[in-house]
Each structure stands twice: as C-alpha cells, then as structure tokens.
C-alpha cells in the first residue's frame, strides 16, 4: 500500500541506557520510523490508506524496479 508518511520528523525517546535523546530524521529513516511506531501504537498500513492506494506485489515490484 501507499502509505502518506512525513519526508521528515523530529523525535525524543529514552535509550537503552536511560538517557533521553532527541534526534531528527529524514527520508527512509523517516519512513521507517513511523511505520514502526505505528505498530507499536497497533495500528496496521491499511489504516493509513485509502482503498484505491492499495496494489499487489506484483504491481508494487513493477513500480519500483530499476531500470537498466
């Protein structure tokens, strides 16, 4: 699915030391980021799209292959 993700986020978090970091990131870090919180939020992908944003694999891999 495609989901609508900000390019770019300012977060704070504890880490594993205890200590309380903030830290920005961008692009794919980005991305990953929320897809990741979200889970730990409980929410899934297909509550953040729209049904016509959803494609299959296949239509997904065509999309983003590299071309030579």
Known sequence: ???PRHSEIRVSFTDLKGKRVKQTFKSILA???QHEYDHLQGIMFTDRTK??????????FKMTKKKK
């Open 1 to 3: 699915g495609l989901v």
């Open 31 to 33: 991305r990953i980021f």
């Open 51 to 60: 049904p016509a944003d959803l494609i299959s694999d296949k239509e997904y």
